[in-house]
Every structure is written in structure tokens, then in C-alpha cells.
T-cell receptor
Framework: DAGVTQSPTHLIKTRGQQVTLRCSPK?????VSWYQQALGQGPQFIFQ???????QRGNFPDRFSGHQFPNYSSELNVNALLLGDSALYLC????????????FGNGTRLTVT | KQEVTQIPAALSVPEGENLVLNCSFT??????LQWFRQDPGKGLTSLLL?????REQTSGRLNASLDKSSGRSTLYIAASQPGDSATYLC???????????FGTGTSLTVIP
């Protein structure tokens, strides 16, 4: 039973560039959430997708966008990268069942230079 | 907005000691709370999920409790081992369940 998988594991980009991160949810899960974790901090909610639509969004600018595909996998896109976007980006999947737990992938470490 | 606080920020104990990690939250209208473990540079591993109807949840040497009225949860680790060294995070959801708020974690070091 495959857990949550994320790609790539590491990425180095230059300010102003654009980046796409990918996530495949745990088998049986249809909901994907994205979190940003800065060094020494707890994860911060970016947004959540289910039924291929963004359902809730955290306090992140429009430079952060996403997509969910019919197979429930998801992408996180960040445009016009800033140095402050350097972080660990975590994908979490869950079922739609009320109160279901989050399952996380190993994350993508993004470094913006 | 839910605010989650974890105390202490760091903890160092000798192997074999029992320990308690604390998590407090401001909005008691939660329907569950989840504890995670994070190893350096890695993702989060789910340890325990406590539903609001429960007061405790146990898995092996781990026991988590939840007191909604006081806005507190604790994670008890029995007979700590060096392999328990990691950062432990708690997370409480919004009442819609879509967004989880995390504390900044407790960094645990178990000394052999």
C-alpha cells in the first residue's frame, strides 16, 4: 500500500522563476492538502483540493496555485519565486470522511537563490 | 483562528526515562487532534489521532490525552529510547476540518 509520494525531493531555483511540485495521495484517499514548513517552524496550510477544486485556502498569495487531477494526484505551482519561498513543501492526503487523519509525504525541499 | 502552542520547545532526557510533551490550543471546538513525529529533513509521520469523543489514545509506548475544556493535549512516551529522538508536532483542525493548525514542535533528544 503506497503512502503519499512527492516529487522531486529537492529543487534549487532562482528568484523570479516558477516551480511545480507533485504529489500522489495514499491509496484510497481523495483529498490533498499542501503545507509549507519553514526551518524551525510548524507546517502552514496553503490550500486543500478535492473533487478537482480548491476548497479552502490559507494565508498565501495568488503566486501559489494548485491543481488536482481525476486520479486525485495534485500539483503545487509557485510563480515569481522569492527568497522567502525557500522551505519544505509537504503534501498531505486524507479521505473525505469527517475527522479522518492526515498522512504526509516526505516533502520537497525548495531552495530559492 | 486556531493557535497551537507546544511546550517545551526542546527536551533532552536520558534513555529509559518517561516523558510528557504538551500541546495547547485556543479554539476548543475541535473534533480531533493529531500528533506527529518528524525526523530531520523528513516529512511527518502520524503517531496518534484522538477524536473529540475520546480522552485517550494509545499506541505501544505512546499515550495521548485530550482535554477539550482546558484546550490541552499531552503525549506521554514511556521508557524512552534513542530512536525516539525527533521533533514532535501536534495539529488541531478548524471546525470545517479542512485546515490543520500546527504547533512549532518539541525537539526531543534521548541520550543513550
Amino acid at each position: 500500500d503506497a503512502g503519499v509520494t512527492q516529487s522531486p525531493t529537492h529543487l534549487i531555483k532562482t528568484r523570479g522563476q516558477q516551480v511545480t511540485l507533485r504529489c500522489s495521495p495514499k491509496s484510497g484517499h481523495d483529498t490533498v492538502s499542501w503545507y509549507q514548513q519553514a526551518l524551525g517552524q510548524g507546517p502552514q496550510f496553503i490550500f486543500q483540493y478535492y473533487e478537482e477544486e480548491e476548497r479552502q485556502r490559507g494565508n498565501f498569495p495568488d503566486r501559489f496555485s494548485g491543481h488536482q487531477f481525476p486520479n486525485y494526484s495534485s500539483e503545487l505551482n509557485v510563480n515569481a519565486l522569492l527568497l522567502g519561498d525557500s522551505a519544505l513543501y509537504l503534501c498531505a492526503s486524507s479521505s473525505r470522511q469527517f475527522g479522518s487523519p492526515l498522512h504526509f509525504g516526505n516533502g520537497t525541499r525548495l531552495t530559492v537563490t | 483562528k486556531q493557535e497551537v502552542t507546544q511546550i517545551p520547545a526542546a527536551l533532552s532526557v536520558p534513555e529509559g526515562e518517561n516523558l510528557v510533551l504538551n500541546c495547547s490550543f485556543t479554539d476548543s471546538a475541535i473534533y480531533n487532534l493529531q500528533w506527529f513525529r518528524q525526523d530531520p529533513g523528513k516529512g511527518l509521520t502520524s503517531l496518534l489521532l484522538i477524536q473529540s469523543s475520546q480522552r485517550e489514545q494509545t499506541s505501544g509506548r505512546l499515550n495521548a490525552s485530550l482535554d477539550k475544556s482546558s484546550g490541552r493535549s499531552t503525549l506521554y512516551i514511556a521508557a524512552s529510547q534513542p530512536g525516539d529522538s525527533a521533533t514532535y508536532l501536534c495539529a488541531a483542525p478548524t471546525n470545517t476540518g479542512n485546515q490543520f493548525y500546527f504547533g512549532t514542535g518539541t525537539s526531543l533528544t534521548v541520550i543513550p
